[in-house]
């Protein structure tokens, strides 16, 4: 099984509320499937894990900031990509406060136009009581140690 390294951002606006986007599969191997989850993607051929967060948080948002280790969570799991290759996931996740909560959709794939059906600012109460699904499915946990943990912060 092919690994694929990605970079996920944990977005957070002045209110510490949390960027994540819907994901609304209508064809393919993933049809039916809907989901909210964090921005980012895979790991580019050359690309540190932080070159491709900065990368990612840009195309998908319009956001520029510089992105520095430690990132903040990690995760490995088995993922089914839109073309219905299985790979091993190997998500890093990185912090990003950002001073606008303000996204831009210029730099956007024919595909993450395809999906990405949605945006929205959760905060812990909501990501907490919702009902839908959401990746990480801890992100809930991770979004309040952030607010309760002060520490060196990227901004944007």
């Known amino acids: 099984m092919r690994r694929r390294p990605s ?4 977005v957070l606006a002045p209110s510490d509320r949390v960027l994540l986007f819907r994901f609304v599969h209508k064809r393919g191997p993933l049809a ?5 989850a964090t921005p980012g993607g895979g790991v ?6 932080v070159e491709a967060a900065e990368r990612e948080l840009f195309e998908e948002t319009g956001i520029a900031a510089m992105i520095s280790e430690p990132h903040i969570a990690e995760r490995k799991f088995i993922l089914q990509l839109s073309d219905g290759e299985h790979v091993m996931a190997e998500e890093r996740f990185f912090l990003v406060r950002a001073a606008i909560d303000t996204l831009s959709r210029d730099r956007w794939t024919a595909e993450e ?6 945006h929205r600012w959760w905060s812990v109460h909501e990501l907490a009581g919702t ?3 959401v990746f990480p499915e801890d992100i809930a946990r991770i979004l309040q140690e952030l607010i309760d943990t ?3 912060l990227a901004r944007a």
């Open 150 to 152: 002060s520490g060196p």
């Open 32 to 36: 039916g499937q809907d989901y909210w």
């Open 7 to 10: 970079a996920r951002l944990i």
């Open 44 to 49: 580019e051929a050359g690309e540190s894990f």
């Open 113 to 118: 136009v395809e999906v990405m059906a949605d």
């Open 131 to 133: 009902t839908e699904m």
